[in-house]
């Protein structure tokens, strides 16, 4: 049982200026092409700008997933978590880059929302009864609302815990403990209400209020998905190697288990009062989805997002191999992006005459956008971890962590 | 210190027979370290006992993964199972009903119960799994014959013992061994030879418990028995509140009243349920299904009074104070030319003079042509009372002098 910090590399050092060119060239390359891509096809923008909106809220969802992961450490006062806490506290504070990469959507609002298009709230009684909630200003004030208190929490929890590395003051965990309670609450109002404008508002006719629960199930389960993958291309390169163990990845894959049965809970709860109830301006959004190709998109969800994983995961065997959770985290990874394309991309159609709404409207760009600002995201965690220690070396449970095990 | 202690309780030598040694450590890392060696030196019946759980005394003792999540596993897929079987069974085999338009076999509708069933077996196979696999409750234990370890057992100390029953028991060799192993005391535990029953009683015990089961399914086996057959015989009666309720019926006898009469006579002023609207002529102005020609209540001049200044309130309004059908109402009407309105009669036109008490009385109630009906507006006593002003208010427009009381005759002008 090590009780001591183990020896080993926990600093990214001289490794770090090459991955943070490298990856924000992928994912400058990545923008670059959407954009060639945008503006030589027929009707390119707007479809780019659904591809990019689209992965904005995937990478959105995993920044969220690690800042909520961190202050539910914090407020737990968990002992298990310490050793991965400093790269959730890195992935969640790369919501800071993501505000600028949300400014772009700002400026295609009107290919992206149909509420934001005149002609059509003029025709439509139900947009206009809800112009007081869905209208460009205060939805900008929104936003504004929702980065401000995700930025606020993300950089703070990052600084002190770096802050700590240093000075080994048990005050900052509590100061940290004390903000997480407050902003546990923030953050669920904020991420419900963010998903309600970025994601259900493409379809303004239709509203569910399980809508943000379910974002913020995809966003957690996203978050735990990324972290094994994360500790894997680490130690592929030689980094902590002793101090994450095989018991801190049982957890992780206990909470990829338990998430991946609370998103299906949560989905099939919205699915069924809807299915059940048979109401038409309700069941609309899933006739959608249930539609033509978009059928064996929500069913590959069923399977992929739910029963494989779920069977996978059941087992302790994975759980406590990298070699086996890594993969799992990654397939979960490809899942929850799908399950955004999804949720975003069948309003593609919104509004437009005479669509063929069964064909799921695949595009090169959806690709290229995900490069792009999987490229900047990638480059944003490095960023973050630049300078410091890869975990947290001054928390005063770091001993505990160290010397975790399950039972 | 270390030497082979007597047994807390003492007991007579004859009646003695040892269960096995006892070792005692004050702390986890000896407990593992002479676990450790236990375990490789190859016995079996053994075991530790500590106050709280130990981190790795699975591996240091040398027992196997539990089968726990196996057993869970399989009882959460027979309660899945379950639960479909259940409702399919019951929803579309059974008692098929279709429910908000759905199917018969439709499992989205399903999932629910089926969630719920598999989470409820779940929990019973991990928590009675549990108690079954550490063979719990256990009510006797060998080492409980210790004083030492009933004393410390719970709070500070922790015990490794090896059992007589083990192949490998030598009580010498294996003190030794532990004595050399970081154990701060071992004792050779001895408990009574006999058990806590002698064995006769303990067999004739068990052939009463088993006599007792099977006689314990004689009733529920008539129950179903009596369930799938007909009878001639009336019921058998196991609830009688519902069925012979302790209350009078009618046509029964009461000692409680001097009449011994359970049914009970309507007491003087009152109108039984039901019973109020009886009188025709009170309430509908009839009698033998005509019109009645008198007031359905005795003629005063304090009901006449009433009358007076009931219509007053209501009638007047159209009729006119004199009954002549020059009220605002109607008068307004006649100068506005309304077509659809149909002038008031004079209360002292010859028809209306006619009518009988009970039909005016039914004009007030219903209304006709375009006044409206007062029946819901006044009582049917004010409505006989205006009936009494209005033959009153006729007889004042063609009175002769003999309707004045001769006496009265000379106040007239």
Request: glycine share 8%.
């Amino acid at each position: 049982m090590p009780h001591e910090t183990p020896k080993e590399l926990l600093r990214l050092n001289e490794a770090a200026p090459r991955l943070f060119r490298n990856a924000c060239l992928l994912g400058i390359a990545g923008l670059v092409v959407s954009l060639l891509i945008a503006v030589s096809v027929d009707g390119g923008v707007k479809r780019a700008y659904h591809s990019y909106l689209m992965n904005f809220c995937y990478f959105l969802s995993l920044s969220l997933g690690g800042l909520v992961f961190v202050m539910i450490q914090h407020l737990s006062r968990a002992g298990w978590s310490v050793v991965v806490r400093r790269i959730s506290e890195a992935v969640a504070a790369n919501v800071l880059f993501l505000v600028v990469l949300f400014v772009p959507i700002l400026f295609g609002m009107h290919h992206l929302f149909p509420w934001t298009r005149e002609e059509l709230v003029a025709s439509d009684p139900l947009l206009q009864w809800k112009q007081p909630y869905l209208n460009v200003p205060f939805f900008i004030i929104r936003c504004l609302i929702y980065f401000g208190v995700w930025c606020g929490l993300s950089y703070f929890l990052l600084r002190w815990s770096q802050e700590q590395d240093d000075s080994r003051s048990p005050a900052l965990t509590l100061r940290m403990e004390r903000w997480s309670a407050p902003g546990i609450l923030l953050f669920a109002i904020t991420v419900t209400f963010a998903s309600f404008d970025l994601l259900m508002s493409r379809d303004p006719h239709w509203f569910s209020t399980i809508y943000g629960v379910y974002y913020f199930g995809g966003s957690f389960l996203g978050f735990v998905s990324l972290l094994p993958v994360i500790f894997f291309a680490l130690r592929l390169n030689g980094y902590i190697r002793r101090s994450v163990t095989a018991e801190h990845f049982h957890d992780l894959g206990k909470l990829m288990l338990g998430f991946t049965v609370f998103w299906a809970y949560i989905a099939f709860s919205q699915f069924l009062l809807i299915w059940y109830a048979d109401l038409p301006e309700e069941t609309g959004w899933y006739a959608r989805r249930l539609e033509g190709q978009w059928g064996w998109l929500s069913f590959l969800l069923l399977a992929g997002h739910f029963i494989i994983p779920f069977i996978g995961l059941l087992f302790r065997y994975p759980k406590r191999r990298l070699r086996y959770l890594a993969p799992w985290g990654l397939f979960i990874l490809v899942m929850h992006w799908l399950d955004l394309y999804w949720l975003s991309m069948p309003e593609f159609y919104w509004g437009v005459e005479g669509a063929d709404t069964g064909v799921i409207p695949f595009h090169l760009l959806d690709l290229t956008t995900l490069l792009g600002i999987g490229g900047f995201f990638l480059a944003g965690t490095i960023q973050w971890l630049r300078d410091c220690s890869l975990i947290p070396e001054g928390d005063p449970r770091l001993k505990e962590s160290l010397s975790f095990e399950n039972a | 210190m270390s030497r082979p202690q007597a047994p807390g309780k003492s007991l007579p030598a004859a009646e003695t027979k040892v269960f096995g040694v006892l070792a005692e450590y004050d702390s986890t890392h000896a407990l593992l370290a002479a676990s450790e060696k236990i375990r490789d030196a190859g016995y079996k019946k053994w075991d530790t006992h500590t106050p709280f759980p130990v981190h790795g005394i699975d591996e240091a003792m040398g027992i196997r993964r539990t089968i726990l999540p196996l057993i869970v596993l399989i009882c959460g897929l027979t309660g899945c199972a379950s639960g479909l079987l259940l409702q399919w069974w019951t929803s579309s085999v059974d008692y098929p009903v279709i429910i908000s338009g759905k199917p018969m076999f439709s499992i989205p509708a399903y999932i629910p119960v089926t969630f719920e069933l598999t989470i409820l077996f779940s929990a019973f196979g991990a928590v009675f799994g549990m108690l079954g696999l550490n063979r719990l409750p256990l009510f006797y234990h060998g080492v409980f014959n210790s004083r030492g370890f009933s004393k410390r057992m719970t709070t500070d100390r922790f015990f490794i013992s090896i059992e007589a029953i083990d192949p490998k028991f030598d009580a010498s060799k294996i003190c030794e061994m532990l004595r050399g192993n970081g154990a701060i005391e071992v004792e050779v535990v001895e408990e009574p030879a006999q058990a806590f029953l002698p064995p006769t009683l303990r067999r004739w015990g068990i052939s009463a418990l088993v006599v007792l089961g099977v006689l314990a399914l004689i009733p529920p086996a008539l129950i179903a028995r009596s369930r799938s057959r007909t009878s001639e015989n009336t019921r058998l009666q196991l609830m009688w509140d519902m069925d012979q309720q302790p209350k009078f019926k009618a046509q029964s006898v009461n000692p409680l009243f001097a009449d011994g009469r359970a049914m009970r006579p309507q007491v003087p002023g009152t109108v039984a349920r039901g019973e109020a609207f009886a009188d025709d002529h009170l309430n509908k102005g009839l009698v033998h299904g005509q019109f009645a020609k008198t007031n359905a209540l005795p003629v005063t001049e304090t009901l006449a009074r009433r009358g007076q200044h009931l219509f007053g309130i209501y009638c007047s309004q159209c009729h006119g104070l004199d009954g002549y059908g020059h009220g605002p109402v109607a008068v307004r009407a006649e100068r506005l030319q309304e077509g659809s309105w149909v002038a008031p009669l004079s209360m002292h036109d010859q028809v209306v003079k006619d009518r009988e008490d009970g039909h005016i009385f039914n004009t007030i109630t219903n209304g006709i042509r375009t006044m409206p009906a007062y029946g819901d507006q006044i009582t049917i006593r004010d409505r006989w009372a205006i009936v009494a002003y209005i033959r009153a208010l006729e007889r004042s427009q063609d009175a002769r002098i003999e309707d004045v009381p001769a006496d009265r005759r000379g106040e007239l002008p």
